[in-house]
Every structure is written in structure tokens, then in C-alpha cells.
């Protein structure tokens, strides 16, 4: 356990050598952020544009603009990317670099100012199964009723046409201002540069002009500071799986960590036990969801917990408690999804997800201690592993030839002592001969009277003499 600290320290400082010198540091106040919305709409695109948001919100730029070239991609996660959006709280523009089909589309309704280049095209957002068939009759109405009152109030809300963004999806749906008819039935919306700018009634159908660049379009829309690109880390596509897994390697973190306090000096259990903890902070710090506060709040809790083992095992708890509310603290607070300006305690909506996560890890966790603890130490794999560190080099009895343990007759009853401290297993000293012996479960110190309660083969179980 005391190797465990350590080992969490190196490791994490190891993995964020890479992020040294990451944009959060070179964007200034005032500068324009350029992230790149480019190839399918999935679930790492998501994770990449929700930390994007929050750093270039925390460094305080004056804008942030989404150079856009997609054909669209998965709208569950064009859905939970538009709600990244909504929570911007400083300018949002798309420039729309070729393409913004299907769910980029979309998403671009979900910013505030939209520029295009002179060749490029919006629009055509009408669901589709992933072979790229329809849906079926239902499922395809049921779908399109949600999207188009999901699509309109994006689009109110960010000031544009909410019928615009329902002709995307749906071929049911006129777009028509005052008296003319910009799009009739029957057809899904899709419209070019010249289109999407034509001024109807001295307002711009969607967007509000066409750029050749970023820097023309931060010179027509009135931009300042610099132009600062934030683009996806190698570490973003693990960013998901590593949030996916989250219970997972919150389980097998704290099942090495048991293991590595149950087996003194062994540090194999505290170096896969940091790993763990470690990906853990790491997969959610890529994914815009933690910094590196929670992980200085983590070590703070384990080192806690290491004063309350090493100084207070026998008079407090306090300190203990302490460091574990600390550390279950900063596993919940590194999944909860908190942006910029937003209040400090979570709402029931944010916490759903951790609460779940950090249940299951500490179920599972439970029952998984629960187990190791009955069965393990009755292994010789348990019991010799432990013994590497523990034991001191001398005459034993494991791994003798057999008579040698017969001609010992141990029996339950006889008595002898500890030589090691049981932990559980250990070495005991019986009638001058040296013995492999193991307990129920608990610890006994050196020197402690023993008794054999069960012998099976070359397996001693042993208790505390009365």
C-alpha cells in the first residue's frame, strides 16, 4: 500500500506529458477558437467539442468557430453535440467548408452566426437506418415528430428559421415566408451558398454570408484577437472507450488496491491499481469532464488513508474516513459533465450517470472483496506471493518431500508461534521445525501463539492460541 501513492504519481504525471503546452495555455482573452468538425458525426467528435467548448470558455475567448465538412453521421450523438452547443456562452459560428449534410446540418443550426464557402451545401437530414435504408413508417414518423421540436427550438433559439432546420429532416414540410414559397412539399431541404444567403425581406435565408476563409470570415463578422486551432488529440477516440469502461477500471482499481494492503511490499497489485485510477482520470480529463483538480483531490484522499494505516491504525478512524469521502468525492466529481459560469453543486440530471457508475464499481467491488477474502488466501499461489516479501529465507516445510511432513504429524490443537506476521499466510515455527501456515483470514503479528485448527496435505490452517 505504501509503494501505491507513488506509483499513481509517476503514472499520471506520465500521461500528461502529452498535454503540455495544450491550447487551454496559448488561447488568449479575446482570441477566436477554429475547431475542426470534419468526417463522421460519432461519439469521439463529441467528447472532442465538449472539452473544446469548456476550454476555450474557461480561457475566455471571444468566439469560437466550427470549420465544418461533413456529410453527417450518428443523431444521438448530433443530439447530446447540439446540447454541448446550447450551453456555449460565447459566440458561436460554423463556416461551413464544403459540406454540412444530414447531421452536420444540424449541428449548425445549433450555433449562433453560420458563414459558407462560395462552393458548399447544407442540409438533407431526413433519418436513415445505418445500412442507409428508410426507416419504417413508424419509426421513421415517431423519429422525425421528436427531431423537428428538437431541430425548431435549437434553432429559435440560436435565431434561426425553425422551419428551415424541419425541411431539413422532414419532405412533408413548406418553408414559406410571407408570400413566397421558398420550399415546397415533397422534397428534403438542401441548399447551396448562394441559396442559404439570398436576403428575403432584408434577412439572410440562413446564413449570414459567404466566406472564402477563417480569416475572412472573422474579418466580415467583426472577430478579434487571433485565430487560435484547437484540434483533436490522438487521445480522443480513447477518451471514449476509457469514459465507456469507467466501472470497470473503477473496479479493478480498488480490487489491486485491496489486493496491494493485503500483500505488504508486493508491488505488482499497487502498480496495476494506479493504472487504473489513472486511466480513469485520464479518459475523463480528455473528455472535457475533469481537470486536474479531482486528481490532486484523489491523492490527497489516498494519502489519508496511508497516514490513517501507518500512524492510526489503533486509535483513530477520522482520518481515514476523511481520505476515503476525499476519494470517492473526486471519482464522482470527474464524471459529472460541468461546464463554465455553471453552478457548483450538480443537478439531478448531471449526477444520474456518475451515481450509476460509482454504484456499480463499489458493488461489484464489494462482492469481488468479499470473495478474495474466503477463498484466496486458501491458495498456494496466494500464500507464496505473499511469501516472497514477508517471510525470511530459511528451512521450510513447503515443498518438502512428504514424510518429512508426516513424520511432524501435525494435528489440530498442537501449538506453536508465529515467526512472520500472517497476513494471513506466513511462516510458524512447530516442535523446531519451520512451517508454510495460513489463517481464516485474519492478521496475527510475530511471535503470537498459534494453533492448528485444520491440516489438509500440506496445508496448515492456524488460529490464535487462547
Known amino acids: 500500500m505504501r509503494r501505491f501513492l507513488p506509483n499513481l504519481v509517476f503514472i499520471l504525471l506520465l500521461i500528461a506529458l502529452p498535454r503540455v503546452g495544450e491550447a487551454r495555455e496559448v488561447i488568449k482573452k479575446g ?52 446540447g454541448v452547443l446550447n450551453h456555449a456562452t460565447i459566440p458561436t459560428y460554423t463556416f ?83 408570400e413566397r414559397v421558398v420550399h415546397p412539399k415533397g422534397t428534403l431541404l438542401t441548399l447551396n451558398a448562394q441559396e442559404a444567403t439570398e436576403k428575403i425581406n432584408g434577412k439572410p435565408l440562413l446564413a449570414d454570408d459567404t466566406a472564402d476563409s477563417i480569416a475572412d470570415l472573422m474579418r466580415k463578422a467583426g472577430l478579434k484577437g487571433q485565430a487560435v486551432a484547437l484540434d483533436p488529440s490522438g487521445f480522443e477516440r480513447l477518451a471514449f472507450w476509457i469514459t465507456a469502461l469507467a466501472p470497470l477500471l473503477l473496479l479493478l482499481g ?23 485510477f489513472a486511466l480513469f482520470f485520464l479518459g475523463h480529463y480528455l473528455a472535457g469532464l475533469a481537470g486536474w483538480e479531482v486528481v490532486a483531490l484523489f491523492v490527497l484522499g489516498v494519502f489519508f488513508v496511508l497516514v490513517e494505516i501507518l500512524f492510526f491504525a489503533h486509535s483513530t478512524i477520522v482520518v481515514g474516513v476523511v481520505g476515503l469521502f476525499l476519494i470517492l468525492a473526486s471519482i464522482f466529481w470527474a464524471m459529472i459533465d460541468r461546464y463554465p459560469g455553471e453552478t457548483f453543486f450538480p443537478t439531478g440530471q448531471m449526477i444520474a450517470l456518475p451515481l450509476r457508475n460509482l454504484f456499480l464499481a463499489l458493488v461489484g467491488a ?32 513447503a515443498g518438502a518431500p512428504r514424510e518429512f511432513a508426516t513424520a511432524l504429524a501435525l494435528a489440530p490443537g498442537m501449538e506453536g508461534s508465529a515467526l512472520t506476521t500472517l497476513r494471513p499466510s506466513g511462516k510458524a515455527r512447530f516442535a523446531e521445525h519451520v512451517v508454510d501456515v495460513v489463517t481464516e483470514g485474519e492478521f496475527i503479528a510475530a511471535e503470537t501463539p498459534l494453533t492448528v485448527i485444520q491440516t489438509d496435505g500440506m496445508r496448515v490452517v492456524v488460529k490464535q492460541a487462547n
Open 31 to 82: 482570441d477566436t477558437v477554429v475547431v475542426p468538425v470534419s468526417g463522421e458525426i460519432s461519439e469521439p467528435l463529441l467528447l472532442f467539442l465538449r472539452r473544446a467548448v469548456k476550454v476555450a470558455e474557461t480561457a475566455g475567448a471571444g468566439a469560437i468557430v466550427f470549420e465544418m465538412n461533413t456529410y453527417g453521421g450518428r443523431l444521438d450523438t448530433a443530439a447530446d453535440i447540439i
Open 96 to 178: 461551413i467548408n464544403s459540406n454540412a449534410g444530414s447531421a452536420g446540418s444540424l449541428i449548425a443550426l445549433a450555433t449562433q452566426h453560420i458563414y459558407m464557402s462560395p462552393v458548399s451545401a447544407i442540409g438533407a437530414a431526413a433519418p436513415v437506418l445505418s445500412t442507409g435504408q428508410d426507416l419504417p413508417a413508424t419509426e421513421r414518423d415517431k423519429t422525425i415528430s421528436y427531431w423537428s421540436a428538437l431541430i425548431r427550438s435549437s434553432a429559435t433559439r440560436n435565431g434561426h428559421n425553425p422551419d428551415i432546420g424541419e425541411a431539413f429532416m422532414s419532405k412533408e414540410k413548406e418553408v414559406r415566408i410571407g
Open 254 to 276: 480498488i480490487i489491486c488496491a485491496y489486493l496491494e494492503f493485503k500483500i505488504p511490499g508486493a508491488s505488482l497489485p499497487g502498480i496495476l491499481a494506479a493504472i487504473c
Open 366 to 397: 464489494t462482492i469481488a472483496i468479499a470473495l478474495l477474502a474466503r477463498y484466496l488466501p486458501r491458495t498456494s499461489i496466494y500464500r507464496r506471493f505473499a511469501l516472497m516479501t514477508a517471510n525470511p529465507s530459511g528451512p521450510s516445510l
